[in-house]
């Protein structure tokens, strides 16, 4: 099947943009002349290794999205370990990953390889890419945290899988994802037979988020372990 062409590598999520400001001169008005010829010499330096580094990096990037499109297509066609591998001359996401890990792809590969090793059940290598990924938006993030939930309690670790949805949870909340979030949540304290503070998270999440669909079933959980606890 021919690949669809992706313009600009759909693929990419923007990720935070490298930070403006490298450096910051101090006391640089000095009496000494030899004194400000050293500093100018020494800030040339640093804006010479900056833009350096800017030339490289932005080669690695494109590279690395080059990388990154075939590695995603094997995943979206659900080939996990030629994704994970790579075939035919290709890097696969783990690959692309490791040799790319300053760039943008490279950090995006981390959640793709944490998914696929989910998918073949391979939680605690799943655990580690997915945790080297990090973004600022109000979606990916808190998606990777939940996934890490996800596979610690596959690998019945209640208590990690609960520090990783309270993550998520508390990441720039919003009303269409944390609702989600804060029902698994409480899904995982009642897991670790911690049912008074899964009361307290569907408690809150029927308040914060009372017409969300997860609104529902929090109150029937509550409404449940309510009468369990006033029952014993």
């Known amino acids: 099947m021919a690949k669809t062409e992706k313009s600009g590598i759909d693929i990419i999520e923007d990720a935070e943009a490298l930070k403006k400001e490298v450096y910051k001169v101090e006391n640089f008005f000095e009496k000494n002349q030899k004194g400000m010829i050293a500093a100018g010499v020494a800030l040339l330096a640093v804006v010479g290794g900056f833009l350096g580094y800017n030339y490289w990096n932005k080669n690695q990037e494109k590279e690395a999205q080059a990388a990154l499109y075939d590695a995603v297509y094997s995943f979206e066609s659900d080939s996990t370990a030629q994704a994970l591998k790579g075939q035919g001359g290709n890097d696969g996401l783990l690959t692309v990953a490791d040799t790319y ?22 939680f605690t290598e799943a655990i580690e890419r997915l945790d ?12 990777a945290y939940t996934l890490i939930g996800d596979s610690y309690l596959e ?14 949870a508390d990441y720039k909340p919003n009303k269409y994802a944390t609702p989600g979030y804060m029902m698994k949540l409480g899904l995982a304290y009642q897991e670790a037979k911690k049912n008074d503070e899964a009361v307290k998270v569907y408690a809150s999440l029927i308040e914060k988020y009372p017409s969300a669909i997860e609104s529902v079933q929090a109150k029937k959980y509550k409404s449940k372990l309510e009468t369990e606890v006033g029952g014993n």
Do not use: C, H, W
């Open 132 to 143: 080297k990924f990090s973004a600022g938006d109000d979606v990916l993030q808190p998606r």
């Open 101 to 122: 890990s300053s760039t943008k792809a490279g950090n995006l590969a981390n959640l793709y390889a944490g998914i696929a090793l989910m998918k073949e059940g391979k």
């Open 155 to 168: 690998l019945g670790k209640s208590d990690q899988a609960i520090t990783y949805y309270k993550k998520a």
